[in-house]
Each structure stands twice: as C-alpha cells, then as structure tokens.
C-alpha cells in the first residue's frame, strides 16, 4: 500500500505551464485520539485462547501457551501490538475468534470511532514508513537489543490521515490492483 505522506498546502506542480496542487493535506490525528486503550483485567477467564502477534499479525500460536496470570482481553477488530516488537512491524487487527488475551507484554487498542477504513488502518498501521515511526517512541533495555514500546509516546505519535472517502477508495483500489 501506497503510504500517506502529507504536503504542504502551498507546494505546485507545473503541468502544461499552469501550477497544479499537488496531494492533498492530509489531517494530523494522533494515535491516542484514534485508539482507546484496553486496561488489563485482574479476572483471567480460564476458557479463552491465548493470542499472540508477530511481524504477520494476530495468531493463535501453535502450542498454546500457559495462561498469564494478567490478561488484556482482545475482541475482534481490537488492535493488537507487541510491546516489545513495535518497532518491528509486530501489530495486527485481532480477527482470529470473537474474544481471547493476550498477556501484559502486549497491548490492545479499540477504536474509538468507525469513521476509519479498518483494512486501510491495517495495511496503514503496518506501512514502512510507520514501522519507523514505532521506533521512536520504542526505548532499548539494557541488552540494547530489545526494545519496548511507550505506550503514552506512542499515543501522542502524530498520524497523517486521509478522510474515511479516500481510506475507502484506496482500499478499493489496492484490492483490485
């Protein structure tokens, strides 16, 4: 998917001698406007699958592995991401089943409006140039090697949006290419 960068109101293009606008502005929303977090609960309901998501998303992970002792539920259509593998691209949509936990290594947003394209906030969120983005908001350990993301950072990251139209158009459009 094509990733949105936003322009510069002014900035022309000169096609045939006439200056032309070239992309639109596209509104700065930060991500904790867009996403809710999910708080963990001190109940851990024993019959729930245990999710886990890797750089390919949300999954159910081959061995399940023992419950958490603290859990985050995560419905489907939550956002769920890897505290400790942000930065490199370890987030996904939960469409896995209809309600499962994840432990506290992760976290879980919901959307706080269904005026966004969900498939466009899937492939947008997953994009090159935000997967850089994570980064800056991921502090290292001490090893230097694993970093975790903030997650107070990362909801003031400021995310360039296209309006819900254009999201829908260029799902449409990406589908059929």
């Not at 929303?29 to 390919?56: M, W, Y």
Request: with cysteine.
């Amino acid at each position: 998917m094509r990733p949105f960068r936003p322009q510069h109101p002014d900035r022309r293009e000169s096609v045939g001698g006439a200056a032309q606008p070239v992309a639109p502005v596209h509104r700065l929303h930060r991500f904790g406007d867009l996403f809710e977090r999910v708080p963990p609960t001190k109940v851990v309901p024993v019959d729930l699958p245990v999710l886990s998501v890797t750089i390919d998303g949300v999954r159910l992970p081959p061995r399940p592995p023992p419950p958490p002792t603290r859990v985050i539920l995560a419905q489907r259509g939550d956002l769920v991401l890897s505290r400790q593998n942000l930065w490199m691209g370890g987030l996904g949509f939960q469409g896995v089943v209809d309600v499962g936990v994840v432990s506290q290594d992760h976290a879980v947003y919901r959307l706080r409006s269904h005026d966004s394209c969900a498939h466009f906030l899937h492939e947008y969120l997953r994009s090159p140039p935000l997967i850089r983005a994570y980064s800056t908001v991921s502090t290292a350990r001490a090893s230097g090697t694993r970093r975790r993301v903030d997650l107070d950072a990362l909801e003031r990251l400021l995310l360039p949006l296209p309006d819900p139209g254009e999201q829908f158009l260029s799902t449409i459009t990406e589908t059929r290419a």
